[in-house]
């Protein structure tokens, strides 16, 4: 199982990104899908997950009114939509996959090397 993630950039505040996290192989409805953040000096942080089969979502408070999580299941790739960004999203913005709905980087498996996204204030 390999995960691949893009889409990251730098941006300024206000503005937009998607990021894609294409998975190799068959992915199975069961699975759950999600992305983190982690930036410099602190802990890896949950946005948000999707359960494969049936698209069940789920974004953190943090980026709630900010943030939608989807995915194409012809394509085998999850998004990750980010508006109104802020500096304070700065981060390296990981996918990841697993089989519990879980909030805890633990529970996955299998990760992806990461994107960058700067903010510029």
């Known amino acids: 199982v390999q995960l691949q993630a893009s889409g990251g950039g730098l941006v300024q505040a206000g503005g937009s990104l998607r990021l894609s996290c294409a998975g190799s192989?068959?992915?199975?409805?069961?699975?759950?899908m999600a992305w983190f953040r982690q930036a410099p000096g602190k802990e890896r942080e949950f946005i948000a997950l999707?359960?494969?089969?049936?698209?069940?979502?789920y974004v953190s408070g943090s980026v709630e009114d900010r943030a939608t999580i989807s995915r194409d299941t012809a394509k085998n790739t999850m998004y990750l939509q980010m508006n109104s960004l802020r500096p304070e999203d700065t981060a390296i913005y990981y996918c990841a996959r697993g089989t519990q709905w879980s909030f805890q980087a633990d529970e996955y498996r299998y990760w992806g090397q990461g994107t960058q996204v700067t903010v510029s204030s």
């Open positions: 192989g068959r992915i199975f409805s069961s699975a759950v």
């Open positions: 999707i359960r494969w089969g049936g698209g069940r979502t």
